[in-house]
C-alpha cells in the first residue's frame, strides 16, 4: 500500500490548530504543557510540515477544550 499525504489538507490543519489556540490565548508552550508533546512538534503540526496521528489529534483537541471536529473546520 502506497503512503498517502495530502499536504494542502495537513496545512490547512496546522492553521486551523493555530487559529483556535490564539483564539483562546493558549501559547504554544501551554499547549505543549496540556498535550505533553515537544513544542517542535506542535510547531511542525501547526506549520503543516507534519502528518499527525488521530492520537494526537485527540489530545490536542482535549488541550485545547474543543470537540475534535472543531480542528477539522476549514475549507
Do not use: C, W
Amino acid at each position: 500500500m502506497k503512503y498517502f499525504r495530502d499536504d494542502q489538507f495537513v496545512k490547512k490543519f496546522g492553521k486551523r490548530l493555530r487559529e483556535i489556540r490564539k483564539a483562546k490565548n493558549i501559547t504554544q508552550e501551554e499547549l505543549v504543557y496540556r498535550t505533553g508533546f515537544e513544542l517542535s512538534q506542535i510547531g511542525r503540526i501547526e506549520r503543516g510540515t507534519v502528518n499527525t496521528s488521530i492520537s494526537h489529534v485527540a489530545a490536542i483537541a482535549k488541550a485545547l477544550n474543543v470537540p475534535p471536529s472543531e480542528l477539522f473546520m476549514f475549507d
